[in-house]
């Protein structure tokens, strides 16, 4: 069973940190050019936003895992995924504690907490302290940040 992440929580890895990931993956912006689209690297690699209810996975209701577009660390499952009316994929909480990194985000005349994966460095969106209960948060992620792994039935 998943730990449940709270806003609290989130504070504080913005602020001092989150647990080191399971691996780390580290290429040079030519690499991740070659590896992913103009718009995936727009997105992942200098921090860009998708138009809202642009990208594909919005709605995506397949059951599966999420997982990172430039490195396939799984991230969000299907089983936490909702329908926020934002235009963009959001879910709960992520799979595991360390697979997001947080950082306190305040650009545009705005403070929020952007979302990362914590192996490569991706940004994958923010995160929102408005989301449903339990954990009453809002992760909203970009379309062109993740890949979905479909279960097989």
């Excluded at 998943?2 to 989150?18: E, F, L, P, Q, T």
């Excluded at 009316?85 to 879910?91: A, C, L, M, Q, V």
């Excluded at 948060?137 to 890949?147: G, P, Q």
């Amino acid at each position: 069973m998943r730990s449940m992440i709270n806003w609290n929580d989130v504070i504080r890895y913005a602020n001092k940190g989150v647990p080191a990931p399971d691996r780390r993956v580290e290429k040079t912006e030519a690499e991740w050019k070659e590896l992913l689209s103009e718009e995936e690297f727009y997105i992942t690699r200098k921090k860009g936003t998708e138009r809202a209810g642009a990208g594909e996975l919005c709605s995506a209701h397949e059951a599966g895992k999420y997982s990172c577009k430039c490195c396939d660390t799984e991230l969000f499952d299907s089983t936490i995924k909702f329908e926020s009316g934002s235009g963009w994929p959001s879910f709960t909480e992520p799979i595991k504690e360390n697979a997001i990194k947080y950082d306190k985000d305040e650009s545009f005349g705005m403070v929020r907490v952007e979302v990362m994966c914590n192996t490569c460095d991706a940004h994958l969106g923010h995160v929102f302290p408005d989301g449903p209960q339990p954990s009453g948060l809002r992760y909203c992620i970009n379309s062109a940040s993740l890949n979905l792994i479909k279960e097989k039935v």
